[in-house]
C-alpha cells in the first residue's frame, strides 16, 4: 500500500523568501501526486497535480512541484511566499488503475509566513 | 459554478448525542465521498459513492456512523451516539467519476466537538 510523509510538520519564512514543502511517497507502484491547501476553517483546494509527462508541474498561486521518481519524492515549492499563502498543505497519493478515489494523505505541513 | 457545500459549519453536542452532517456535490459530480480529518492529520476516508452506491465503506465504523445518498445527489453522514474520540473536521468531497482526471473537490467541511 501506498503512503505519503511529510517531513515537516511546520516551516516558518519571512515574506519574499523562497520556500520548499517535501513529500516523500512510498509505493511499488507509479502514482499520481497531488498537492492541496487547507486555509484556516476551510476546505482543500487544489493546488497542482502530477498524473504523467513533464515532471515539473505548475499549479495556482505560483506554486510549482517536481516529481523525482528515483528519489520517490514530490517536493512543492514558490520562489517568494506572500502573507496570504499562510495555510495548512498536504501532500497526497493515489495509485493508477484505482482511479482516483484511493488518495491517501500526508499529515501535512503548516506554512507561516511572516513579514 | 458552485462548490461543495456542506452544512452545518460547526457543531457541539454532548457524548451520546446523535448528530447528522450534510453535503451537497457539485452539480454533474457521480463520485462523492466523507472524510474525517482529525486535529493535526490529513483526512482519511470514511465512505465513497458512485451515485447511489456506496462502493467503498471499508473504513465507516459501522456501529455508530451510517450515511446515505438517495438519489445519487446530496448526502447525509450520521453519528449515533457520538463519542469524545469523534471530535474532528467531517470533510465531503466530490469529482466527475471514474474517468482519466477524477479530481476530488472539497467543501468547506463540518467542525464537530463532542463535549
Known amino acids: 500500500a501506498q503512503s505519503v510523509t511529510q517531513l515537516d510538520s511546520q516551516v516558518p519564512v519571512f515574506e519574499e523568501a523562497p520556500v520548499e514543502l517535501r513529500c516523500n511517497y512510498s509505493s511499488s507502484v507509479s502514482v499520481y501526486l497531488f498537492w492541496y491547501v487547507q486555509y484556516p476553517n476551510q476546505g482543500l483546494q487544489l493546488l497542482l497535480k502530477y498524473l504523467s509527462g513533464s515532471t515539473l508541474v505548475k499549479g495556482i498561486n505560483g506554486f510549482e512541484a517536481e516529481f523525482n521518481k528515483s528519489q520517490t519524492s514530490f517536493h512543492l515549492r514558490k520562489p517568494s511566499v506572500h502573507i496570504s499563502d499562510t495555510a495548512e498543505y498536504f501532500c497526497?497519493?493515489?495509485?493508477?488503475?484505482?482511479?482516483?478515489?484511493?488518495?491517501?494523505f500526508g499529515t501535512g505541513t503548516r506554512l507561516l509566513v511572516s513579514p | 459554478e458552485a462548490g461543495v457545500v456542506q452544512s452545518p459549519r460547526y457543531k457541539i453536542i454532548e457524548k451520546k448525542q446523535p448528530v447528522a452532517f450534510w453535503c451537497n456535490p457539485i452539480?454533474?459530480?457521480?463520485?462523492l465521498y466523507w472524510y474525517r480529518q482529525n486535529l493535526g492529520q490529513g483526512p482519511e476516508l470514511l465512505i465513497r459513492?458512485?451515485?447511489?452506491?456506496?462502493?467503498?465503506d471499508s473504513q465507516l465504523p459501522k456501529d455508530r456512523f451510517s450515511a446515505e445518498r438517495l438519489k445519487g445527489v446530496d448526502s447525509t453522514l450520521k453519528i449515533q451516539p457520538a463519542e469524545l474520540g469523534d471530535s474532528a473536521v467531517y470533510l465531503c468531497?466530490?469529482?466527475?467519476?471514474?474517468?482519466?482526471?477524477?479530481?476530488?473537490?472539497f467543501g468547506p467541511g463540518t467542525r464537530l466537538t463532542v463535549l
Open positions: 459513492y458512485e451515485n447511489e452506491e456506496a462502493v467503498d
Open positions: 497526497a497519493v493515489t495509485v493508477p488503475g484505482t482511479g482516483f478515489q484511493k488518495l491517501v
Open positions: 452539480s454533474g459530480h457521480n463520485t
Open positions: 468531497a466530490s469529482s466527475p467519476g471514474p474517468v482519466h482526471d477524477d479530481t476530488q473537490y
